[in-house]
T-cell receptor, first 112, second 113 residues
Framework: GDSVTQMEGPVTLSEEAFLTINCTYT??????LFWYVQYPGEGLQLLLK?????DKGSNKGFEATYRKETTSFHLEKGSVQVSDSAVYFC???????????FGTGTRLQVFP | SQTIHQWPATLVQPVGSPLSLECTVE??????LYWYRQAAGRGLQLLFY??????ISSEVPQNLSASRPQDRQFILSSKKLLLSDSGFYLC????????????FGEGSRLTVL
C-alpha cells in the first residue's frame, strides 16, 4: 500500500542553520504531496504542497520539490528560527482521494 | 474560513470506562470529516472518515467507533477503554474535496490508566 517514510528526529539546529528533512514515498500513480507542521500544543496545519512532478511548494521560507524519479519530497529552509521548532509531517494523498497518509513526523528543535 | 472545535482538550479515564470525544465544524457545509490518532512515536493514523451524515468508514479494526449525527458534528466513542487507546486524537475536515488539504482541530489528549 501507499506509504511515507521520514527521517527520524529529533533534528537539532542552531538559529540561522540550513534545514533538510528527508521524505520519500511509495505510491501507485501520481499522489499529491504535503508537509504539515504541528507547533507545541496545537493541531496540525498545512505548510506546503505539490500536486504534480517537478512542482515546488513553498511557504514561510520552507520549500519542497516533488521528485518523481527519486520518489522524494524533502523539506528545506535556508535559515531556521527558534519559532520553527515543531514537528513536521510529510504526507500524501492517492490521486482522487482526501485520505492523507502521514509519515511518523520529525521533531525540529532550534536553539538560539 | 472553517473552524474546528474539539472537546474535551484533555481527558484521563480508567480502563474499562466509556469515551466520547466531540468535534464540531463551523464556517463550511457538507465537509468530509476525519478522526486521526497520534500515538507516541507512531505518527498519525487515520481511524475514521465520513463523507456525510450517518456515513462512516473505518480504516482500522479497533475498540473505537464514530458517528456523524449532524452535518458538522463528528463523535468518537468507546464503550470500554483499553490502555492502548491512549493518545492524541485529532479531528479534521476537508472542504475542497479530493485535494488532500485538511484543517485540523487542536486535538484531545486521552490518557487511559
Amino acid at each position: 500500500g501507499d506509504s511515507v517514510t521520514q527521517m527520524e528526529g529529533p533534528v537539532t539546529l542552531s538559529e540561522e542553520a540550513f534545514l533538510t528533512i528527508n521524505c520519500t514515498y511509495t505510491a501507485t500513480g501520481y499522489p499529491s504531496l504535503f508537509w504539515y507542521v504541528q507547533y507545541p500544543g496545537e493541531g496540525l496545519q498545512l505548510l506546503l504542497k505539490a500536486t504534480k512532478a517537478d512542482d515546488k511548494g513553498s511557504n514561510k521560507g520552507f520549500e519542497a520539490t516533488y521528485r518523481k524519479e527519486t520518489t522524494s519530497f524533502h523539506l528545506e529552509k535556508g535559515s531556521v528560527q527558534v519559532s520553527d521548532s515543531a514537528v513536521y509531517f510529510c504526507a500524501l494523498t492517492p490521486l482522487g482521494t482526501d485520505k492523507l497518509i502521514f509519515g511518523t513526523g520529525t521533531r525540529l528543535q532550534v536553539f538560539p | 474560513s472553517q473552524t474546528i472545535h474539539q472537546w474535551p482538550a484533555t481527558l484521563v479515564q480508567p480502563v474499562g470506562s466509556p469515551l466520547s470525544l466531540e468535534c464540531t465544524v463551523e464556517g463550511t457545509s457538507n465537509p468530509n470529516l476525519y478522526w486521526y490518532r497520534q500515538a507516541a512515536g507512531r505518527g498519525l493514523q487515520l481511524l475514521f472518515y465520513s463523507v456525510g451524515i450517518g456515513q462512516i468508514s473505518s480504516e482500522v479494526p479497533q475498540n473505537l467507533s464514530a458517528s456523524r449525527p449532524q452535518d458538522r458534528q463528528f463523535i468518537l466513542s468507546s464503550k470500554k477503554l483499553l490502555l492502548s487507546d491512549s493518545g492524541f486524537y485529532l479531528c479534521a475536515c476537508s472542504t475542497l474535496r479530493n485535494t488532500g488539504e485538511l484543517f485540523f482541530g487542536e486535538g484531545s489528549r486521552l490518557t487511559v490508566l
